[in-house]
């Protein structure tokens, strides 16, 4: 199957910091890349919808300057949380999907703790 | 309101069987997704279901009825690793993926 990795997987960070996470299909291009927030014992919450080229479509309540996505190219989409706090701590997942693709290809995940 | 429902935790037997079921309400059904998440790691694909029936895959099966708005994940022979979440999520008419909150299966010797 399609691989997705993520960079990093785990980081720690002061409050305040800004911090940056890459997703990339590393064998298929992925015109459409979703960013998932997970809390321990619950479900996946969408965060944002990217298509390759334009503007994400962030999910109701999820604040666009705090989570800055930009999605420069077919196989790479970028997260970044700025002026972090430790409730932004939380698991970050990545997936892709192929245009024609039935799929969601998920990235391993990114552990952020803010302290 | 969209609303996807599974039982919170379940628990099984080595060697046995086991059946998650899935019930949903969705704007629109453009197919539904299992998925298998490990404590700590991202969520894996398991099956995909579009038509009624049953989808066979190794040790694995899933059932849909889109008239019932209902599904179900068969593990057979179960096996200590297969412990873990096990997510279902149907994909609605903007083709976006709705998640339940996950089935946390325990396998016990």
């Known amino acids: 199957g399609a691989v997705v990795s993520q960079h990093p997987s785990r980081v720690i960070c002061k409050s305040g910091t800004s911090v940056k996470i890459e997703c990339r299909s590393l064998?298929?291009?992925?015109?459409?890349m979703f960013w998932y927030r997970q809390f321990p014992k619950k479900s996946l919450m969408l965060m944002a919808t990217?298509?390759?080229?334009?503007?994400?479509?962030?999910e109701q309540g999820v604040e666009k300057d705090k989570f800055l996505i930009n999605h420069a190219s077919l196989t790479l989409s970028t997260l970044t949380v700025t002026s972090a706090h430790p409730e932004d701590s939380s698991f970050y997942i990545c997936?892709?999907?192929?245009?024609?693709?039935?799929?969601?290809?998920f990235g391993p995940g990114t552990r952020l703790t803010v302290l | 309101g969209q609303n996807i429902d599974q039982p919170t935790e379940m628990t099984a037997t080595e060697g046995a069987i086991v059946q998650i079921n899935c019930t949903y309400q969705t704007s629109g059904f453009n197919g539904l997704f299992w998925y298998q998440q490990h404590a700590g790691e991202a969520p894996t694909f398991l099956s995909y279901n579009v038509l009624d029936g049953l989808e066979e895959k190794g040790r694995f099966s899933s059932f849909l009825s889109r008239s019932k708005g209902y599904s179900y994940l068969l593990l057979k022979e179960l096996q200590m690793k297969d412990s873990a979440s096990y997510l279902c999520?149907?994909?609605?008419?903007?083709?976006?993926?709705?998640w339940g909150a996950g089935t946390k299966l325990i396998i016990k010797p």
């Open positions: 997936s892709a999907r192929t245009l024609a693709g039935n799929e969601q290809f």
């Open positions: 064998d298929f291009q992925a015109t459409t």
């Open positions: 990217s298509n390759e080229g334009s503007k994400a479509t962030y």
């Open positions: 999520a149907v994909r609605d008419s903007n083709y976006q993926l709705i």
